[in-house]
Structure formats: C-alpha cells, structure tokens
C-alpha cells in the first residue's frame, strides 16, 4: 500500500453555501457564500491534489450546501467503509449518496449502531505507519463509537475529548505525520487528551501550534506522502515542518472557512498509510469503559440533573440518557437512567465519583467492587475505600450485597464464603482481610437532601432556637410515644450538664415511663447524677438553692468513693445507698448504660470504661437498632455516636451553644434536628409533652 499513488475523493462545491449554522464558522455568514470564488479555490486545491495523488469525484445533490466536505461521509480502509452517523440533522441526507458511490465500487459497508454518533474522517485520522486510530469526541461524534472504530478496524484507537466548539472535528486541529510525528493546537483539547499526546509524541516529535495559524486551519491539512497541503502555515511553522523533510503548500480556500471547512474537509482518503492488513490483524480491547447509573429526585426543579450532566463532562466522560420519565407535579420526583462512558477505567471512576457525590446510584455494574488484602492487624490496603453513613452496595460474585453494620469512617470488608460484606473499622482488620478499594462496584444511597446546594440551607433550618423550640419538642414527644408504642428503641446520650441544670428529674421520668433503651454517657453524669441523690448537689451546688454549698467540691467523690466501696452502682442501688435519679431509673428499669471514661474523670465509678476502643465497641452495641438518637448536651459524645451511626436515624440534638449543633451537621450526620436552648428547661418541656393527656401547651 505505501508505494502505490495516494487515493483522494472529492466532491465538487456545485451546491456549495452557508445556509444554516451547525459550527462557531457559519454564525453570521448565511448566504454570504461568493460560489463562483469556491469554485476556483476549490478547483485549486483539485489541481495541487491530483498532480501528487488519485482523485475521485463524488457528485453532489442539491439542497446539501455542505456536501463537498466530502471528509465527513465516513472512514475507509482497504475494502472496508464505515459510514457517518451524523450528529448534525441537516447532512444526514447526504449519506445515502456517499454509500452509493462506495458500494458501486464493491467496497465493504459496516455501519455503527446508531446509539452514537460518529462523523467520518472528520473525527477519526490514522498515524501515517502505524497502525493506530486518533479520534475525536466531544462535539460530534460520541466517545461510544470509538468502541465500534476498535471492533472494526482490530487497532488501538486513542480517544482525544474536543472542548473548543470552533474545533469541532479532530481534522481542524490534529495532523498525525509521517515518522511518528504531529502537528496539533493544544487548547482544542481537554487535559487528559493533551496529555495523551504529550506522552506519545517526544517533545521534539510534536508541534504545537499556535491560535493564529489554527485558526487560519493549518491544521486542516491533506497530506500526501511527504507533502502538506493547507489554507494556510506561518512562517515559523512552515520551518519546523520543513526541517521534518516535509513539504507545505498553501492554498487559499478562504470561502470554505465560511461554513468552518478547509483543504482536509474537502477530500475523503480511500487508502490509508497503514501496516498490517486488516485481515491479518488480531482483535483489539477497547479501553472505553461505561457504567449504567441511575439518578432520582428533584432532578429538574433542584438543577441536579444538569449539575450532574456537567460533572461528567467536566471529568472527561459522556453520558446517553436511557429513560427519563419526569415528576409532573411539584412534588413528584423525576427518574433517570442514564449510561455514563470515559476513554479509560480511570476516567470512567472519576465520573463515577462525581455522579455518586450527586446521589447517582450505578445500577448494572460490569465490574466487581475490587479488594485487597489487609496487609497486617489494624492495618488497611492503601487505596481503602472510606465509608459514609449512606446504605451502601457493593458488587461481588456478580450481584449487589448490602453492606451490614453501616457507620462512616469504616472500610467495607468482604466475606467471600458468607457472600456478605460489613463495614468494620481499620483497628479492628486482620490480616489477609478482604478490603474494598477504590470506587468501582460500590453503590452509595443518598438521599436527595445532601446532593443539593439547598441541602444547607435545610440543614440550618433543622437548628430551632427560641420561639420554635417548643412546636418541635412537641412533635419530638408525639414521634417518641410513636416508637414506645410499637416497642421501637430510643438512645440517649447524655452530658453532665442534664444534671447541673436540674433536668435530671425529667431524663429519670423519662426512663421509668419506658421512653429510654439505652443511656450512652461518661463519668460524669452518673456522678454528679448520684452526688444528687446522695447530698442533694451536683459538682457541689445546691441544686434546690441554686448555690454553692461551702466544700461542696468534695461531694461528688464521695459519692464515687460510696459506689466504689459498694462493687457497683447496681450494687448501691441494691443497697439502698441510692434511692432516685437517673442511675436508679437505669437500674430499676433494666435499661442499658454505657458510661465511657476520659483523661478528665475522677474516680472513676466502677462501671466506668477507661479503654476507648472498647468503650466505642460498647456504644456501637448499643445503638444498634435505634430508631431515634436523643443527644443531650454533650459535644464530644454526640459526635462519637453521630460517626458511627448509619443514615435513617433520627438523631436530636439539643445543646445551648449552636456550634455543637452545627458541628454534629457538619460531620455528615444531616438526618439531624438541632435544637438550641438549656437542656434543663427543654427536659422539662419534654417530660411535660411525655406526660399523660399532656399533649397540651404547657
Ligand atoms: N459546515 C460543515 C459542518 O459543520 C463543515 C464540515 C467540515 N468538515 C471537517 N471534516 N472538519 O459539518
């Protein structure tokens, strides 16, 4: 193939206008088009290529003004044509034509599926010697018909993603040369593309050119053998080219660049310099990988869908929607499958992050959820996917297994034999553990509040303070009795200050009348809890007087020294050294108490867990199951609780100072209700709500 006479196919500019805008070029020039110029600029060009190359002619039909950019009806090699798909509605008639005159002359036709698009030689040019496939995406043709150029053609095809709408086919700003050589303008290109090319071509392999000679289309070039044929090249590029043993003749084909076309537009190459026939070739792997996903929610009114739209552009993917069906009223949500595709894996699982940050959830995977061993105890693989609070799938064995035991801040561990997968945290792994990595094959389910920008202006309205305060613990108290009455379990989690600010009666109401499972809490609390009882202060203040009782300080570890002389609160209780309060309604009542120490404790009371990590395994037993988590005034165990909660959870949290309120949201943890106000009072309102035939304002 390489000695013989190059072979061209041209179609004569007889129709020729700009009579529609579907490219940067034509916008203004409608009509403007002087034919009897085209002619002999186009004439010219047929003059420059046949004295150097065999050119065909196509003729053309009228009412195609852009059928001599003959570039674009489609991709031939040997015997084999495969035709365009345009994106654009109004060429398409000029196809049939063009697979006429293919098939006359006994050539082969494979054609695309026409799930994609794809516009010819315009997107797709062969490196001259090798056989590789460049083609372009992005603007025209899809990033999915690359795949079937692969599958056609047995070579590599390397995918280069467009994002300059006046380089809008791969042949406006991409010349693959002879000796493993190009000449291309890098900004028509997204990063990953140009730094494809970077990677393939030496530095000293490549020319960049420049805005002025690309948009005067140097690179819009037909090339045959040696020789370079283009509208135009600056002095400077002209050298380069030349010191490549190239020659360059400029033609003026000015009227073209009317309607964004120039000398390789105007010329279809039907033999290509490429190495090894195609029927000798072994079948090549497309790199292009692709993911079905699905999006619901207020995709339309929320602005997610074009949000989410943009992120896998943005990420250097395409997307083709599958099935939309839309919320037709305001409250109704909106469905959409879509099928997300990137030039490689890597590529395909940024956007795949990206769309899961906007709650898409990936339906039909292809690819397993991949693991690593844990390389020792305690330690995780390196590339350790982190767990959120979401309910989250993970693809293995062929199908999707919901994670157990969902917290954040975990890794999800595979039990290959069971088919289960669970969340565990990094200290609790051993070694040879199966550890997911990575973000392929998980699927996270958000819910819609946390994808959306709005999401924050919700979360904040979820912080009541003031006059609101009260409407919402009365809903608290109707959504509590709620789950008493159908035995659900409630958790509490509670600071000292519950004690010091006198609302330890109200929590002690609340646990005997059945609305506490479990009290999640420190030192402290039971402490000061008991001090009370004991002595009648809490950290040595009277608490009927409201004042300090002189050595009042040394109340609370006489009380820790009573408990400790006894075995046990439960022992005291047994005793009768404690006779009411909250550690005695948890005693009585048979609830579940996990006091957990700190570096700050006195004592401690015997129950007291002073190893942490054992102390979070206690707690995390504790709440599992609960349906509502009530956190009372107490930051550094609220959000402990709130890390290892899974999403569904109520969680109520109350404290005085709002950054706590705010910080617990800020963990993640947004299924939350904050309320701002004293602990004390809001225990009263609350245990008055509880109450019987109380359902009453107070
Ligand atoms: N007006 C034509 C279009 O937008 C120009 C085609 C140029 N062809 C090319 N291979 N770049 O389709």
Redesign the pocket.
Known sequence: MKNSRASLLMCSPTFFDVQYV??PW?EGNIGKVVRSRARKQWDALYRILSDRSDVQIVDPIAGQP?MC?V??AGLKIENLFVPSLFR?PQ?VPEVPVYAEWIKSRGIEIRDIPDDCTFEG??DALFQPGKDILWAGYGVRSSLTSHRYLTEFFKCPVYSLRLVDERF??L??CFVPLPGGRVMYYPAAFDKRSRDLIRDHFEPSNRVEVGDEDAQHFCC?AVRIGNTLVANHASDALRRKLEGWDLEVITTDLNEFIL???AA??LCLLLSQDTVVPLSERKPVESPISSERLELTGHLLDSGLLNRAMDAVTGAGGSFRVEQFRAGLRHDQTSLCRLRASAPDREALNRVLKELKGHGAVVIASTTEASCQAAPANGVAPEGFYSTTIYPTDVFVNGQWVRAGKQRMDAVLVIDAGAGSVRCELIRNLRTGDRVVCGVEGIAVHTPETVRTEEAFAFMSAGVSSERRVERVVKELALEMKRIRSHGGRIVVVSGPVVIHTGGGEYLAEMIRNGYVQALLTGNALPTHDIELNMFGTSLGVDMKRGTGVPLGHQYHLRAINRIRAAGSIADAVEQGLVTGGVMFECIRNGVDFVAVGSIRDDGPLPETIMDLCEAQAAYSRAIEGAEMILMLSSMLHAIGVGNMTPAGVRLICVDINPAVVTKLADRGSVESTGIVTDVGLFLNLLAHYLGKDRDKDP
Do not use: P, Q
């Open positions: 579907i490219n034509m852009d950019f570039a674009n654009v060429r030689e315009g809008y086919h042949d406006t819009n309607a964004g076309g390789k537009c």
